[in-house]
């Protein structure tokens, strides 16, 4: 059977600004198990690795592999996608609700765009907070709450405000209209001080990523997990678990992977949460799609990393 890795290069459709850094393509590493694909793409600006770091720990298992040894890659990249090549995937999917829209445009290029999206009404929509002119924000914010009351808003701050700025901000919002704010600051004491003094609902994203410690406060509504910087699969799971005992909504979010690793985290989405609607819409940003109409990653994006055809799998030993 196969062992392989692959490097992929994509174009986007547009430069990407991630944690200050500017992304003008995509760039990750497919692994092959046996048949299974997984997919290894740390995100410049908020994974720890980087695609070198990736590539030569993914080269370290997989030699591992063919020897018939056991591996524990450390790095979250490579726990993911090893974890998703040789995952027992359950047969059966439960049908999972299409990802909402995610807005990252200015906040006159929100109202713009949130009306109509490929032609139908949205239910739900993530806006990307936190930079621009608080005032411009929340001026949209609130346009946007009055022309569309039954739309779900999730803002997204990615830690970038002090407690006081998040004080600032959500003071002027209403609760009630705010189905959650990802991320108002960096710290947990931050985020919990402004979500029990404005009554904001809050969502945990990059704390988890960065293990930081977090305990359950009233206004806590969800965890926005994001596989590929969380590492493994039974690192995703074990907070799947948390969050159902403690009655949290489970949003599976992901990094700007490939088309191919969209389709793994769809699987996880049905799996972890069913019912919601996951945070995909990164697809956008991809100028092509890796994989072909069966479904098979297209060679032209490729370049071979590792190859064998001898290797012996046990998983169903
Ligand atoms: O969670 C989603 O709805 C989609 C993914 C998403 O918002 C993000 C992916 C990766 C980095 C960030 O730009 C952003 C986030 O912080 O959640
Ligand atoms: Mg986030």
């Not at 999972?96 to 929509?125: C, I």
Request: a neutral charge; aromatic letters at 6%.
């Amino acid at each position: 059977m196969t062992l392989a890795l692959y490097r992929y290069r994509l174009p986007l459709t547009h430069p990407l600004l991630l944690g200050g850094r500017r992304l003008d393509e995509r760039q990750g590493l497919l692994v092959h198990v046996a048949g299974q694909w997984g997919e290894i793409a740390p995100l410049p600006g908020f994974s720890r690795e980087n695609l070198s770091d990736a590539e030569g720990e993914s080269l370290t298992c997989l030699a591992a592999l063919r020897r018939g040894e056991k591996i524990a890659p450390r790095l979250p990249s490579v726990q993911f996608g090893f974890d998703c090549a040789r995952r027992r995937w359950p047969t059966r999917a439960a049908p999972l609700p299409e990802p909402y829209p995610l807005l990252r445009g200015t906040p006159e290029e929100w109202l713009a765009s949130v009306g109509t999206r490929r032609g139908r009404a949205l239910r739900k929509v993530k806006l990307k907070v936190a930079r621009h002119p608080m005032a411009d924000e929340l001026a949209s914010i609130q346009h946007i709450c009055e022309h569309h009351p039954s739309l779900e808003l999730v803002l997204d701050a990615n830690c970038r405000w002090s407690r006081t700025q998040a004080l600032a901000f959500c003071t002027q919002l209403e609760p009630g209209r705010i189905d959650y704010l990802e991320d108002p600051c960096a710290d947990f004491a931050d985020i919990a001080a402004v979500a029990e003094a404005t009554g904001i609902a809050v969502a945990l994203d990059e704390l988890l990523t960065r293990r930081a410690p977090w305990h359950p406060i009233a206004q806590l509504k969800a965890l926005v997990l994001k596989p590929t910087l969380l590492g493994s699969l039974a690192h995703s799971e074990a907070l799947v678990t948390k969050a159902r005992t403690l009655g949290l909504e489970v949003v599976a979010s992901s990094s700007f992977e490939s088309d191919l690793g969209l389709g793994l985290l769809a699987r996880l989405a049905a799996e972890w949460a069913p019912g919601q609607a996951p945070g995909l819409d990164t697809r956008h940003w991809l100028a092509s799609s890796l994989l072909d109409e069966r479904h098979q990653p297209r060679p032209d994006f490729l370049t071979r990393l590792f190859y064998d055809e001898c290797y012996r799998d046990d998983r169903h030993d």
